[in-house]
C-alpha cells in the first residue's frame, strides 16, 4: 500500500507531501501504480529543485519513501508561494491516484 500524507499550515497551504510504500499491484518492473506515483512525485520534487534553485527532500529518503518538504529557510514570499502552488499540483495528481486504485493508494490530509 502507498501512503500518502499531505501537511498544511493554518492557512491550509501544503507544507508536506510525504509518500511510502509500495503498491503491490504488480512485480516490480510491472506495477503501473507505483510507477505513476513515482513519476508524480520525484518528477514534481525534480522540477522544483531545478526549478528555484532549493532542496524539498532529502537525498537518503530511501526505496519507497519521497519527504517533500517547504523548505523552513525561505525568505522569499513569491518563491514560496511558487513552490507551494507546484506542492499543491502535486497533492492533486497524488489524489487522483488514490481515488482511481482505493486498494493501492490512501491519501490523508492534516
Known amino acids: 500500500m502507498?501512503?500518502?500524507?499531505?501537511?498544511?499550515?493554518?492557512?491550509?497551504?501544503?507544507?508536506?507531501?510525504?509518500?511510502?510504500g509500495h503498491a503491490n499491484y504488480a512485480e516490480p518492473g510491472k506495477d503501473i501504480i507505483c510507477a505513476a506515483v513515482s513519476g508524480i512525485s520525484i518528477g514534481m520534487v525534480n522540477a522544483i529543485e531545478k526549478m528555484f534553485g532549493v532542496k524539498v527532500h532529502a537525498d537518503d529518503d530511501g526505496e519507497g519513501k519521497v519527504d517533500c518538504r517547504l523548505p523552513e529557510n525561505l525568505d522569499d514570499p513569491e518563491k514560496a508561494a511558487k513552490i507551494r502552488l507546484l506542492m499543491e499540483?502535486?497533492?492533486?495528481?497524488?489524489?487522483?491516484?488514490?481515488?482511481?486504485?482505493?486498494?493501492y493508494v490512501r491519501m490523508k490530509e492534516r
Open 89 to 103: 499540483a502535486m497533492a492533486v495528481s497524488l489524489k487522483s491516484m488514490a481515488d482511481e486504485y482505493p486498494s
Open 2 to 20: 502507498i501512503r500518502i500524507q499531505v501537511e498544511r499550515n493554518e492557512q491550509a497551504e501544503v507544507e508536506r507531501i510525504l509518500v511510502t
